[in-house]
């Protein structure tokens, strides 16, 4: 395999660890309630964005938000969870519109807070439901690219847990991994590969270093997009 294949192959593993790991931690629906399945069809369209979002797919994102934003509330859910729904679409609605790859990842990091903050509102934490499960670093390009997609959901899970657990063990395993393999070198400019590692490296420190919602949103927006901007440069 060729260095230009091996590019392709770790970046190509990131969208299907991704979405392996979403199936896994998808919550089960509970049989006849109109509630649980109204929040499953959210959870699994804020999955689908929040994958989109880091493979700076803006088109199918966008077209996402907009199924998320149009998505009606069940005439069965309570009044107060309506309610509580109107931020997320806002959102969502805002981004439809989205006309960069940094917009559309703050639009996706934002709606997994709005998540979580309607789950700790009605005392509802996703946190037992996720698995936790730090990838180790890794010095090749599969393996790292990989590692590097399963940190991202483990930061995106703290939003929409809301989960103090797996938000320190994402800012932790992000710290970890460290610099880019170098193996990215032989297809990829290096000084965006050096930009890349370093962006990543600040972004962790103050991931870690982050308590308040504003901030993990803003980290968490800033490394989607740094990541959806490696993407396209290998495209």
Do not use: K
Not at 116 to 137: I, K, M, Q, Y
Not at 163 to 169: C, E, T, V
Not at 204 to 220: C, G
């Amino acid at each position: 395999m060729d260095a230009c294949s091996r590019v392709w192959t770790g970046l190509g593993l990131t969208a299907v660890a991704l979405t392996s790991v979403a199936c896994s931690s998808a919550p089960e629906p509970y049989m006849g309630s109109p509630t649980r399945g109204q929040m499953i069809a959210h959870f699994d369209l804020a999955v689908e964005l929040r994958d989109h979002a880091v493979q700076g797919e803006l088109q199918s994102f966008r077209a996402t938000a907009q199924a998320l934003a149009d998505l009606d509330p069940a005439r069965e859910l309570p009044p107060d969870i309506i309610l509580q729904l109107g931020p997320m679409r806002w959102e969502a609605q805002a981004g439809a519109s989205a006309r960069t790859n940094g917009a559309a990842a703050r639009a996706a990091a934002e709606i997994a807070r709005t998540c979580g903050e309607c789950h700790a509102a009605n005392d509802v934490s996703l946190d037992s439901r996720f698995t936790g499960g730090v990838p180790a670093a890794a010095s090749d390009i599969p393996r790292h690219m990989a590692g590097l997609a399963r940190i991202t959901e483990l930061l995106w899970e703290g939003l929409v847990g809301p989960s103090d657990r797996s938000w320190a063990a994402g800012a932790d395993a992000l710290l970890e991994a460290g610099a880019l393999p170098d193996e990215m070198l032989e297809e990829l400019p290096e000084r965006d590969v050096r930009f890349a590692s370093d962006r990543l490296q600040r972004l962790a420190r103050e991931a870690a270093a982050a308590t308040e919602s504003d901030y993990r949103v803003r980290a968490l927006a800033e490394i989607w997009a740094t990541c959806s901007e490696c993407h396209a440069i290998a495209r």
